[in-house]
Structures are given as C-alpha cells and as structure tokens.
C-alpha cells in the first residue's frame, strides 16, 4: 500500500491554525516564509513516499536479526538511512551553526509525521537521535556538544535513550546500573539495559548512548541518578573513532509490531567497564533526561497520527475496491463499493476525524514551543512554555491511543481480508500497540498531566486554554446566526461547549481533591486525559471549521470535506466528553470498587 | 499463563440472573438440577484448564501447516481433541436419542466459554460441528440424520460452514459455487470457497461440510441458493467411509491470530465434481445456513467473553507480581505491585467489568432460547424466541468488540513486556481481533439488529426489553431507600434510567427514520448496537447487584465484590450511554458527512 502524504492538511493547520506566518516573523525563524515551508514539506513527502514508504512492509516480514551481538537491520534500511542523512533530513529542526536547518518545530513536525506514516519502525531511529540531540545541546559540556551534536545532526551517528531495567521500567527510582569515576574525569559503566531502541544496528558509524547509572555514594530514587554519554565506538579528540567499548548487545526482543526497528538489551561492562563520560552535573541525570523524554514523547504522539493516517489510507482504498452489498437506500440495483455503505462511511470518518484532530493539536502544540523559544518577551515564552508542556502529555497519550482505535478500525473495514497478513492492515494494528506504552505509558502521561501540569499551578494554565475554547464557541455562535449557515456550527458549538464545561469540571475536581483523595483523583487520571484530547481535538477542529468556511471559496471540495469532518467529529467523538466527565468526578471517597482489597481481583 | 475457569461468577449468573431453575423444570431439561450442572461445570473446567489451555500458547507458536492438500495441527491438538470427544463435550446441548447429553443451551454456554477461554483456536472446531448439528437437525432427512449426526454429536466427525468465496464476503447474492443435480439424486458441487474454519484438519476420521451453492437455472441473488453435505469422505450406507470426495484443500490463510486454527481455501469439483446431497429444498440454502450461522453467532459472542477473561487473568497475575512506583496515597515508603495504583485498578476493573456484564448478558439470552425451545405455551415460547433473536446480534457485536478493548487494556497493563511476545498478553490483543469479523462483522450484526429485530416489529420486542429494565431500576430504588443502602444502587439507578432513557430515544429514532432515511439509520446502526450491549449489560449488573446484595451474608467477599464491578460498570461503562444515544439520533438529513461524495475521502 502506498503512501500518500495529506500535503494539503498539513499546510491548512500550519497556517490556519499554527500560526505559521506569526512564527516566521520570530527571531531565528526567517526561513520558515509559507513557500520554503511548502518546499520543505513537498520535498519530505517525496522522499518518504518513494523511499521509506515502500519498506515498511519489507520491515514487518523480515525484521532486523541479531547474531553474535550484531544487529542486521532489514535489507534496505541502511541505504535508506543513507539517503535521508544526505538529504539532511535529521537537521530539520537543529541548530544551524551546527548543522541543522534551523526551522522551527512546527515545520520539523509535519516532517516527522511524514516519517513515521511512511514507516514507524525506520523513524525511531531519528526520533531518539532527535532526543539525544536536545539533551546534549541542554545540558552537555561545550566539548561534549562540539564533538557530538554535529555528527547526531548530520546523522553520521545516531543517539539512544537508556531509561529501562528489567526491574526499573515507569519507575526509574529503581536503576541499578552504576558509574564509577576513573579520576581522569570518565567513569566506568556497569549494568543491564533492556527496551533500548536501535540500542545495536548497521546503519551508523556510531551509536551514542544515554544512560542514566548511580555514581558511588548517591542518594537513593530517582535523586541519585546521573546522566552519561557513552558511545558504542570511542571518540578521539578530533571525532575519529577509536576502540570499541564495553558495550553489547546481548540479544533483541520478539515483539507484537515494528519488528524492523531493533529492540535492544544491552550489557554494559562486562569486560571491565564500558567508558562513559558525565553530562552536566551529578545526581541531575533525571532532569537531563527529561529533556530528551519529552522530546521524544511530543515525537511517539507524532507516531500515532503517522500510523492512523497511513491506516486510515489503506482503509480507503480498499473500501473504494470492495464491491459488496447493495446500497440501504435503494439507490442502485447492483452491488456497490463498500464506501457507499454508512457504517463503512462511519468507520472512516472516525478515522481520519481522530486523525485530523489529532494532527491538528500537535501542530498547535508545536507552534506554542517554537513561541516559547523564540518570542521576544520572557513573560510571553513562560507562558507559550507551560501551555505546550501543558500539552505535551495529552497529544502524546490521545494521539497514540486514537491510533490504537483507528488501526482497528482500518482490520474491521477489511472484514476477513484484515485479519490476513498479506493484506497489511494488520502491521498497523500490531505497530500502533507500542505507541501508548514507550517514552511513558498514558498512565505515565496522565500521572504527568495531573501532578505537574494542572495541580501544580492550580489549574491555571489548563482553564487559560479553556478560555480561548470559550472564544471559538463564540465565534461559531456568531456564525451560526448568519442566514446561510446551516447547522454545523450550532453543532460544534453546543458539543464544544458541553465539552468544555465537563473539561473545567474536572479541573476543578482535580484541582480540589488531589490531596484529599489522591486515590480517586488518579483513578480519573487516564479518563481526563482523554477528554483533554477529545475536548481540545474538538476545538481545533471547530477552528478549522470557521476557517475551512471562510475560504470556502479557494479550494471547494478540500474545505468542505474539512467542515463534514469536523462536523463528524463534534456528533461523534465530541458528543462523548460529557459522560467521561461525568465518570470522572463521580469517583470519590473511597468508591467500593478502588477501597476492594486487590485479593478480590 | 495457567487459565482458572470462573466457575463462582458462572454459577452465581445461571443462579441468579438466568433462571437455571426455572428452566430445569422445563420438560426434558429434568436433568438440569443444580447439583448436576455444577458436577458437568467443574468437570469441563477441570478438562479446559488441564487439558486445552496448555496448547494455547503452542498453537500461536507452532500452527497448523500446510502440505501436499493436507493440514497438520499444532503438537498437541489431535490427543486433546480425542480427549475431548472421550468425555462427550461436544454432545452437552444435543439430542439424547442421538448421542447427545440434552443438557439446556444455558448449561452448554459456560461450557463453551471455558473452551474457548483455554484455546480460541481449539474451540473452533467443535463450534462449526455445533452448527453444523442444528442446521441437519432442522433442515435434514431423516436419513441424513441418521448418517451424520450421531457422528458429529460424537465428535468423531467435525463440520465446517462454507459460505465465502473470494468475491462474496458479506454478501452472499455473489455466490457463485455451482451445483449440478446426477439424476440419482446426488449433485456434483464446483467451486473456490475461502475462510473455511477447520476446513481441512487431522483431528477426526471425517469432515462434513456443509456448501452454499446454486443449482442449474436457480434465481440470482440470494434467493437461489441451495445448501450440500460434501463429506470429505463418501459415507456408505452403514456409515463406513468410502472414497475420498473431490474437495482439496489448496492452501491455509497466514493471519494476525487464532493460528492454530486452520482457514482454508477448498476448491471443490477440480477432478469431475465433488458429490454432494442437498438438505431440505432447493433455493432455500440461505435460510438453512442462517440456523447454522445463528448457533455460530451465538457461539462467537461466548469467543469474547472467553478471551476476554483469559486476558483479565492474565494481566490480574502481572499486576499482582510487578513491583514498580510508590503508591500515590503515600501508604507505603517503598514501590508497590502495580495492582495498587489506582490505574491499574481502573483498567482491571474496566475489563472484568466487561467481561462479567457480557457474560450475564449471553447467559440471559441462551435462558431464553431454552424457554423458547420448552416452554410449554405456544406463545410463551414465540416470546422468548424473539427476545433470543434480538438478543444475538446484540451479544455478538458487543461481546466481541469489547475483547477487542479488553485484550488491549490487557497488554497495557503488561507495560513494555506487554508488547513482547513471549509475556502472552499479545496473543489475546492479536486472536481476539477475528471475532468482530467472522460469522458477520458487527456492521452485519447492526443490520440484523435494525432490520429484522427492531424494525420489522416498530421496536415491540426491544420495548418489552426495556420495560424488564424499568422494572429493575424500581428495585433499584426502593433497595436504595434503605438506611444500610450506601450510594451503589442509587449511583446504579441513576446510570440505568438514564441509558433506558437513550436506548429507548434510539428504537424510536431507528422504527422512525429507517425507511425515510435509511442512510442516517444505517449509519448509527453499530452504535445502536453498542448502546443497546452496554445498557443491556448494565442491566444484569444492577440485577447482579441486587442478588449479590441479597446474598451477601453467604461469600462476602464473592457478593461485595460483584456489587463493587457492578458499582464501576455504572459509573465507568453506563455513564458513556447517553453519549452514545445522542450521536445517533443526532444523523439525519443528509448529514455533511453522509451525504459528501466518496471521492473526497
């Protein structure tokens, strides 16, 4: 099944809802005028579509194989690594006075999107890279930044992320691994690291890994773990390789989905310690690796709008082929394409209304990082700062659990063709099913979302989104009233509204009771994640319902087939918030089902 | 993962919420007294849990194979299945005085549950020669009774279901296997058949299939098709096998899951014909094969619930075992079993819940069809029937779609082990994946339920239905009146009436609009279907509630714990009721995205 990038979408939500053109009057972000950007993107989906797209089945029959502490990637893979370093294509969004090309994250996301649609298993390898990126240009050494990060943003090398242990994998209080200083400012590493993406491959000179180990005498949790650098070949001075050091890989993991993308378990000094070199400070290493956590979670949401949209495609077409059944409405005599049937119509619009919503949000995430980095006022960057991080965990755990949701969507409108591997639709299944579990599970992000992001600052920064969502339902109220309206935007806006107000509920519910009945409040964690995505989907997509009317005009069939879509989406999807709400706050005081001793499970 | 077949909760809902009693005191259900069918229960467990359920992970592992036209099982299968043939399992529903135990389909149900809880795979077969059983039993001669019955009661044979061809899925009007009528009264059958479950095996001496086809001059369409016995093997008068029919097995299907069992591709006539003998009347195949496809329905709802507990308790051991993360309620210092955190909890409860409320739910309808099948009132009997008919499509589609959610929350709870396929969690999220599909998608399902169970009578049977819930709701109320009530039954009152409410919206809407317009009807019929299962599954939990309630001094532990489910499936599962109903009775007139061309998806 080919892949075909949705251009048109990404260029409407850039500059209808992102704020492109805002974004490129920042300081540093000059190149990112709307006809580079439209370059950018065209020349990304090229070479995805040509070149990325057709491996990925290739990926999913014959994964990477490990022998001898070798990992063979999928045949194919590394040239095409090749061609997507000269094409500069991990540089995206990176410094440009190291290499990069600077463009802002709202650029580099549709670019990621793109990547991952065309091929999960291929773009894990540039995500990590991506993270180890923004950690060393945080918290590296000026030497450690000038002998790394440009071989990582080239993608000569490529970074991993070393979190997990067998006994430690949410909970990182638990690391064990452990680094001991040589004196000469290095450290020996001795430990076992499991789940490390592209933790071994072929596709790269060097691999750098990020691994999180206790020095000798720290704290114990999560306060005593630092943060090292240590590369699978050693680096002289001048960037040359030099020895191999004390890092194996002893075996890769027999998944369920992206089989081609290596799933590493990595021993590290068992011939005396593996060299690793200190990033930042002691006992800091969480906060470090924060940096490239949250980088790659924005990342895995990214994922799953890559992996519904590539679904939702293969869906299509195959109901455009399928001939079955007559049409319900006796409009024609003979059997017809399953598309003409409603509920094949209704499955498919789900999709690529969660798609779309989806897609949407991230963007608009994205374009609140690039204000934080770039505006001019310190104020106006905290603010844009805590809204993005606000949303971080709601696009990350909403995007990959809709993705989930649409890939069975993309199996069942297969009927039992779906369920037959040759057919394809069932990779995405297996595929989207890591996405709500690595970089943190939705538990993870939704313990993020109430802790951090909402309890901490009193629920300010999430009622400040719910106020421009109050705004938009004011802008559909004044449309609405206008003669040639029709009753999409009397929809939306009663739906939104509903929704927002469950939303608020909750806030205030969250807010109020996560001292008082912790147990009750993270009971609702996961359930007011998904309504902050299904609420704050809604009102993006209520955007793009008043700017898909006012060009109307430009583009006929594109911008009405966004405002059906968005009118789907607030009977369909949105229309649900209010009872997730309602589920939400009425767990309280020791509901019978949370106080039952766990024996009775 | 060892299986523990739930045999408290199934003898509490046969009890309890099915009526077991009564039915026992039904003429030739005699033999149906509690202390019997507790005896067949445990047994049956004891023979799934020892026997069956070891070969699950095997049968993922080492599939069925294909070579040279013949099917080689899984190591393992054909013992167990000899097994299984030596202690009459496959006879618990059927006729005494053909071999059968005559025990009540409501007796039969559990046992199947726990088949297929052990092995979906292994339970296959036995599920087709179930079918195969009441379609001969119906439709048969006397003769041909005699000739195949005894055997598939027995087991010693098996039987298969062959409807679909390449071109006709969903649809059988495009059947195209022909039949050619000998003058002695045999046909010569020819023609491709695909997705043919246990259409070629090495588990039993013979295989009866049953053939969709169309003799010389037949009517098109669905209304000129005729239905065969082809034995894989000619059967002589006496019952001894004669020669080898002209049915080949040209190859099975490589799928996502339930690989043990083999799907087949049969191609029938390739050498002069395949001899077949015509059941009942020409043209009247369809009608015949819907007894066998509705037993099959049935028989596939029981899929889920079986998977779905396999899943529950799969995931129950993980969450007990893994240690990880300090409790969120500060009661303890040091991390917990995960099985502490109220998400874990959350989606614990999430799937027992399901898995609990869709059992009574297939239990309740398997008492109708024995009152339909006994009672001694025409009319009684005519009554029950119809609550059983509209009860299928019901039990079908919901139980199957939420194993789907059941399996992947199953997984989730796994963590980043979940997705590697040695933990087993993965098996279920891939074998559950079919039962949405096969034996009608759940869309097929919604049909049936619009059309023929709502429509055709203006919704008379679904209001008698929702009446029955009304009535539980008042004892919901005057139970929650009490002093000693506490908030569950009011929360579970609240929660029912409002979802009654939605459903009952939704008949008026699906009775009202289904001829003026069929599309916005269509479209909402999944989600009719889905509401219609979650209110309809909250009912026997409030009735669950009550009994458990009542008998509360017996197992405290057992009763409190079923009214703590029942307590989340209102709060959790029945609050999304009226959601749901809103959205559907929200299509109509030409909705935009109803109503836009196919080509602008």
Redesign the interface.
């Known amino acids: 099944m080919s892949y075909q990038a949705p251009i048109k979408d990404m260029l409407f939500v850039l500059n209808e809802l992102a704020g492109l053109e805002d974004i490129a009057a920042l300081p540093g972000f000059e190149d990112a005028q709307p006809e580079t950007v439209q370059a950018v993107i065209e020349e990304s989906a090229r070479f995805n579509q040509e070149v990325v797209a057709p491996l990925n089945v290739t990926g999913d029959r014959e994964p990477s194989s490990w022998r001898d502490g070798a990992v063979t990637t999928t045949p194919g893979f590394a040239a095409a690594f090749r061609q997507f370093v000269e094409g500069g294509w991990q540089g995206v969004p990176h410094a440009v006075d190291l290499g990069g090309q600077g463009l802002p994250k709202v650029v580099a996301t549709p670019c990621i999107e793109m990547l991952n649609a065309a091929n999960l298993s291929f773009a894990l390898c540039p995500l990590l890279t991506d993270g180890a990126i923004e950690a060393l240009m945080t918290a590296g050494s000026d030497t450690q930044k000038a002998l790394y990060v440009p071989r990582l943003i080239s993608g000569e090398w490529t970074g991993t992320m070393n979190l997990?242990e067998p006994?430690a994998?949410?909970?990182l209080?638990?690391v064990r691994t452990r680094a001991e200083p040589q004196g000469d400012g290095s450290y020996k590493v001795f430990g076992t690291k499991?789940?490390i993406t592209y933790g071994e491959h072929d596709m790269a000179e060097n691999i750098v890994h990020l691994v999180l180990a206790r020095t000798p005498g720290a704290p114990e949790g999560v306060k005593g773990i630092s943060l090292f650098i240590v590369p699978k070949f050693l680096v002289h001075e001048d960037g040359s390789l030099g020895a191999r050091n004390d890092v194996q890989c002893v075996s890769i993991?027999?998944?369920?989905?992206i089989k081609a993308s290596p799933t590493a378990v990595l021993q590290y000094g068992d011939h005396g310690g593996a060299t690793g070199y200190l990033i930042g400070e002691e006992n800091r290493g969480l906060e470090y690796m924060f940096i490239m956590m949250n980088s790659a979670r924005f990342a895995v949401g990214v994922q799953g709008i890559g992996v519904a949209d590539r679904a939702y495609q293969h869906a299509?077409a195959y109901?455009?082929e399928r001939?079955?059944?007559r049409p319900?409405?006796?409009s024609a005599k003979q059997?017809v394409?399953i598309?003409?049937?409603?509920?094949?119509?209704?499955m498919?619009?789900t999709m690529?209304a969660y798609t779309e919503a989806s897609r949407a949000l991230a963007y608009v995430a994205a374009s609140h990082a690039d204000r934080a980095h770039a505006s001019a006022d310190a104020a106006e960057r905290a603010q844009h700062n805590a809204i993005y991080e606000y949303l971080v965990p709601i696009h990350k755990g909403w995007s990959t659990e809709m993705s989930?949701e649409v890939a069975?969507l993309g199996?069942?409108i297969h009927?039992?063709m779906?369920?037959?591997?040759?057919t394809g639709a069932?990779q995405y299944?297996?595929d989207a099913?890591?996405l709500?579990?690595?970089e943190g599970?939705?538990?993870i992000q939704?313990?993020d979302l109430v802790g951090r992001k909402t309890v901490r600052d009193g629920g300010a920064i999430a009622k400040g989104v719910l106020a421009a969502v109050a705004e938009t339902e004011r802008a559909l109220a004044a449309r609405a009233e206008a003669a040639d309206a029709g009753p999409?935007f009397e929809?939306m806006r009663k739906h939104l509204a509903a929704g927002r107000q469950g939303l608020a509920d909750v806030v205030d519910f969250v807010v109020a009771h996560a001292k008082s009945d912790?147990?009750?409040v993270?009971?609702g964690?996961?359930?007011y994640l998904k309504l902050s995505g299904i609420v704050l989907g809604g009102w993006v997509m209520a955007r793009a319902m008043l700017a898909a009317d006012a060009k109307r005009a430009e583009d006929p069939?594109f911008h009405?087939?966004k405002?059906?879509?968005a009118?789907?989406y607030a009977?369909?999807i949105l229309?649900?918030?209010?009872?997730?709400a309602?589920?939400i706050v009425?767990?309280v005081g020791g509901?019978?089902?949370?106080a039952?001793d766990?024996e009775?499970?």
């Not at 229309?575 to 997730?580: C, D, K, R, V, Y």
């Not at 509901?591 to 949370?594: E, F, G, H, V």
């Open positions: 997990t006994q994998g949410s909970d209080a638990l499991i789940f993991e027999h998944k369920l989905g299509v109901a455009k001939v079955q059944s319900v409405d006796g059997a394409a598309i003409h049937h409603p509920d094949v119509k209704r498919l619009s690529r989930i069975s199996v069942q009927g039992g779906g369920f037959i591997e040759e069932a299944y297996r099913r890591i709500t579990i690595y599970t939705t538990a939704a313990n999409v929809t912790p147990n009750a993270f009971a964690s996961v359930p069939v009405a087939t405002i059906a879509t009118s789907f009977s369909h229309s649900q918030a209010p009872g997730i309602a589920s009425e767990t509901d019978a089902w949370l039952q766990v009775a499970y």
